[in-house]
């Protein structure tokens, strides 16, 4: 099977050899000089270096010195040629840090980043993006010139959509960040407080309708048609009416049901304030005229809630919490499975005990989309058919979530080319 040309129209592309490896197996493990105080282009790692060789020579690497046969593939059969098959006058680029290489020409919208991987071999991956660095050099090459940037690792690392490894085949989560935990497989750690606060959001937000739901009332038993279902209560007038008068009306009674302070309010450009009280002290409750151009005039009776921990909030987040039990998931992110041991979703299903009566039972929905509560009793076991297994632990309690690394679209269309390549050159048995 021939090697897919990145560039199918062969428009100002002169083909250039690509000659085979001298050899097979990884390259020799000697250390390089700083690549800044070189006369020449090469990278301090081996196996990178190799791989930068290969393309200045426009040679076939030693195909031992990639973490999967996969990766040589893809180095052999869309980066290569994306180097080697320019013209004299395509600018090439690379940039270099102390653990990375990136490649790139003006005529491609991607660049090809290679890495060393846990399994001590040579990963790469088709991605864009922006990429900065310390000008070094142009050099020479098999007849292209080269512009050479120094980077730090973390601008590198950005590209992927990460910021942090996590080597060895058990590793202990100490804070928070981006983390590439397997091949391709990164998670992303939160500290528990984040979900938390995420979660306290959702209670003061009902905690909100319920004193709505209060005044609602108040107004429908003295005769008012209210609208709205939620922490805004909406009433409509022919003639415009004094909010002062609505609050006169309907502060005795909230005053009686405990939610209000008694007989207190406060009067400002046009707006009555009625302050909470007792599982409501961290709350207020406005009377204005709408601000807003309506039909006929609208009076908004509209809850305020600080965000606390405190009164009803307090009480709220305890059931909730007693209810929570860390269980065992099994989730699948890429090609990767992941056993998740004493973990609790971040994404929780909740029905309070206390509920607005005019409106009607609410559940709510709380936490984040995709995440899990890890505590230092939480283990996750990660499996991979290629880089086996690995297993996460926490010191703490973390809000964690999984994706795989940030690519182009290239990646998954040169990878599955790559794959189909595979299937039919060692095709499965019946």
Same mark, same amino acid.
């Not at 031992?64 to 059969?77: I, N, P, Q, T």
């Not at 994404?347 to 995709?370: A, F, H, M, N, S």
């Not at 880089?387 to 926490?394: D, M, Q, R």
């Given at each position: 099977? $021939?090697?897919?040309?990145?560039?199918?129209?062969?428009?100002?592309?002169?083909?250039?050899?690509?000659s085979p490896a001298p050899g097979a197996g990884g390259g020799a493990s000697v250390s390089a000089p700083?690549?800044?105080?070189?006369?020449?282009?090469? /990278?301090?790692?081996?196996?990178?270096?190799?791989?930068?060789? $290969?393309?200045l020579e426009c040679r076939k690497p030693p195909e031992g010195v990639f973490a999967s046969r996969a990766?040589?593939?893809?180095?052999?059969?869309?980066?290569?040629?994306?180097?080697?098959?320019?013209?004299?006058?395509?600018?090439?680029?690379?940039?270099?840090?102390?653990?990375?290489?990136?490649?790139?020409? $003006?005529?491609?919208?991607?660049?090809?980043?290679?890495?060393?991987?846990?399994?001590?071999?040579?990963?790469?991956?088709?991605?864009?993006?922006?990429?900065?660095?310390?000008?070094?050099?142009?050099?020479?090459?098999?007849?292209?010139?080269?512009?050479?940037?120094?980077?730090?690792?973390?601008?590198?690392?950005?590209?992927?959509?990460?910021?942090?490894?996590?080597?060895?085949?058990?590793?202990?989560?100490?804070?928070?960040?981006?983390?590439?935990?397997?091949?391709?497989?990164?998670? =992303?750690?939160?500290?528990?407080?984040?979900?938390?606060?995420?979660?306290?959001?959702?209670?003061?937000? /009902?905690?909100?309708?319920?004193?709505?739901?209060?005044?609602?009332?108040?107004?429908?038993?003295?005769?008012?048609?209210?609208?709205?279902?939620?922490?805004?209560?909406?009433?409509?007038?022919?003639?415009?009416?004094?909010?002062?008068?609505?609050?006169?009306?309907?502060?005795?009674?909230?005053?009686?049901?405990?939610? @209000?302070?008694?007989?207190?309010?406060? @009067?400002?450009?046009?707006?009555?304030?009625?302050?909470?009280?007792?599982?409501?002290?961290?709350?207020?409750?406005?009377?204005?005229?709408?601000?807003?151009?309506?039909?006929?005039?609208?009076?908004?009776?509209?809850?305020?809630?600080?965000? @606390?921990?405190? =009164?009803?909030?307090?009480?709220?987040?305890?059931?909730?919490?007693?209810?929570?039990?860390?269980?065992?998931?099994?989730?699948?992110?890429?090609?990767?499975?992941?056993?998740?041991?004493?973990?609790?979703?971040?994404?929780?299903?909740?029905?309070?005990?206390?509920?607005?009566?005019?409106?009607?039972?609410?559940?709510?929905?709380?936490?984040?989309?995709?995440?899990?509560?890890?505590?230092?009793?939480?283990?996750?076991?990660?499996?991979?058919?290629? /880089?086996?297994?690995?297993?996460?632990?926490?010191?703490?309690?973390?809000?964690?979530?999984?994706?795989?690394?940030?690519?182009?679209?290239?990646?998954?269309?040169?990878?599955?080319?790559?794959?189909?390549?595979?299937?039919?050159?060692?095709?499965?048995?019946?």
């Amino acid at each position: 099977m $021939s090697s897919p040309n990145p560039n199918p129209s062969g428009r100002g592309r002169k083909p250039r050899p690509v000659s085979p490896a001298p050899g097979a197996g990884g390259g020799a493990s000697v250390s390089a000089p700083d690549v800044v105080a070189s006369p020449t282009l090469f /990278h301090p790692d081996p196996m990178l270096n190799a791989i930068l060789k $290969s393309l200045l020579e426009c040679r076939k690497p030693p195909e031992g010195v990639f973490a999967s046969r996969a990766d040589y593939l893809h180095h052999v059969m869309f980066a290569l040629p994306s180097v080697c098959e320019t013209t004299p006058r395509t600018e090439l680029r690379t940039w270099m840090s102390k653990g990375y290489l990136v490649v790139g020409s $003006s005529q491609d919208a991607f660049m090809y980043l290679y890495g060393v991987s846990d399994e001590n071999g040579v990963f790469v991956n088709a991605v864009e993006g922006l990429m900065m660095g310390v000008p070094w050099a142009t050099v020479d090459a098999s007849g292209r010139s080269w512009r050479v940037y120094i980077v730090a690792d973390a601008e590198v690392r950005g590209l992927l959509g990460y910021d942090r490894e996590a080597p060895g085949l058990e590793f202990t989560v100490s804070e928070v960040g981006r983390y590439r935990v397997q091949g391709d497989l990164c998670m =992303g750690v939160l500290g528990g407080g984040e979900l938390w606060g995420n979660i306290l959001d959702w209670l003061v937000f /009902h905690q909100r309708t319920l004193l709505a739901d209060a005044a609602a009332r108040v107004l429908n038993d003295s005769g008012f048609s209210v609208e709205g279902s939620g922490p805004d209560v909406v009433v409509r007038f022919a003639h415009r009416p004094d909010p002062v008068a609505i609050t006169q009306l309907i502060a005795p009674a909230l005053s009686e049901m405990g939610v @209000t302070e008694p007989s207190w309010w406060d @009067t400002y450009r046009g707006k009555v304030v009625m302050r909470g009280a007792g599982d409501y002290s961290n709350c207020d409750l406005v009377v204005e005229l709408s601000p807003e151009p309506a039909f006929g005039y609208p009076v908004l009776v509209r809850a305020s809630c600080a965000k @606390t921990e405190a =009164g009803l909030v307090a009480s709220m987040m305890q059931e909730l919490k007693a209810n929570l039990k860390p269980r065992d998931f099994t989730l699948r992110v890429g090609n990767h499975t992941i056993t998740l041991e004493n973990a609790v979703s971040g994404r929780i299903v909740y029905k309070p005990k206390v509920q607005p009566i005019l409106w009607g039972d609410r559940v709510l929905t709380l936490g984040i989309e995709g995440t899990y509560l890890a505590t230092p009793d939480t283990k996750a076991i990660i499996m991979h058919r290629e /880089h086996g297994t690995k297993a996460v632990k926490f010191n703490s309690e973390y809000a964690i979530s999984f994706y795989t690394l940030r690519r182009s679209m290239a990646h998954a269309m040169q990878r599955n080319t790559i794959a189909l390549q595979q299937h039919e050159e060692h095709p499965a048995g019946p």
